[in-house]
């Protein structure tokens, strides 16, 4: 029996360091907890290839088909955002660390290895923040105001420096399932919802609902357009594709084994047909032919480490 999925998704959307071994140089090497029960971002950094996911417990990474796990820096990373040179990410910080909680925004170059403070730190925890994988313009939810940032929208070009806040006019969903900036085009955002997927080309300013799809649980944008998960009348998972100006949008296959809503979608820099599905219930899986075929490579919450 297919069990219901649109309580098991927007039940949890918003609604409208340390290290065990300071000696040891950071790494990703063998698994030694395969287990990753809250995943809380995911995508490919540092222009690739490894992907990897962000979770309670630290950064994983996948590669040639081969999971490794940070061997220190098991932060509680939120908001995780891979770009061409590093990654964004917002959080708490790992037992013992010496960084201050919350993380506010910042930055790592170097995989994880060393972090950037850029904004609010110690003060605000963006569970909403995305990224232009090669623009590096940062969006944010700020679910609570404060003196420092207002509630809403927000959005700095300058990697924290300075922000401004969007109107979001609109916008007119109660609920929202993640941030998706375009890679390139630091004006450009797209924002899911239960109420349909929404896209605003000034900064967030203004939003125009770009077609009928409701149940939007994932977006992320591409140069001409891109891919967005959602659920259908059955309550079944689907994902498709979508170019910018047209209203034709393509299917893509999903493993016939998942059953789950599409959490996050990752598509890797140097295959374009390469993609990385997380549901719901912390499956993972991967094609590198546009849905064709996929690969399973962690089963509800477990990562497979047989390989």
């Known amino acids: 029996m297919k069990r219901p999925l649109i309580g098991v998704v927007f039940g949890g959307l918003l609604i409208f360091s340390a290290c065990s071994n300071k000696e040891a140089p950071f790494a990703f090497e063998e698994v030694k907890n395969p287990e990753v029960n809250h995943i809380h971002g995911t995508g490919f950094s540092n222009g690739g290839p490894e992907f990897v996911i962000a979770t309670h417990a630290g950064l994983y990474a996948y590669r040639k088909d081969k999971w490794a796990e940070a061997n220190r820096e098991k932060n509680d990373y939120m908001g995780f955002q891979p770009t061409e040179d590093g990654f964004f990410a917002s959080g708490h910080p790992a037992v013992n660390s010496d960084l ?38 940062v969006y944010v939810f700020n679910e609570a105001p404060n003196t420092d940032l207002v509630a809403g929208l927000n959005y700095t070009l300058d990697e924290g420096k300075t922000w401004k806040a969007s109107k979001m006019e609109g ?16 004006e450009m955002i797209g924002i899911g919802s239960q109420e349909g997927l929404f896209v605003s080309t000034d900064f967030g300013n203004t939003f125009n609902e770009i077609n009928d799809a409701k149940t939007v649980t994932y977006v992320t944008l591409t140069e001409d357009g891109g891919y967005y998960a959602s659920i259908d009348d059955e309550e079944q998972p689907i994902l498709q594709k979508f170019t910018v100006g047209e209203t034709e949008e393509s299917i893509i296959s999903l493993p016939e084994v998942l059953d789950s809503p599409v959490q996050f979608i990752a598509i890797s820099p140097e ?10 219930d912390n499956s993972i899986y991967r094609t590198t032919n546009d849905g064709a075929s996929w690969k399973q490579i962690a089963n509800d919450g ?3 480490v047989s390989n």
């Open 171 to 186: 916008f007119t969903a109660s609920t929202l399932s993640n941030l998706a900036v375009h890679p390139s085009r630091e």
């Open 302 to 304: 477990l990562l497979n």
């Open 271 to 280: 295959n374009s047909e390469e993609l990385v599905l997380t549901t719901f």
């Open 100 to 137: 201050k909680n919350p993380f506010g925004l910042m930055k790592s170059t170097d995989k994880g290895a060393t972090f950037e403070q850029l904004a609010f730190y110690g003060k605000i925890d963006f569970h909403y923040l995305g990224a232009g994988y090669k623009s590096n313009a």
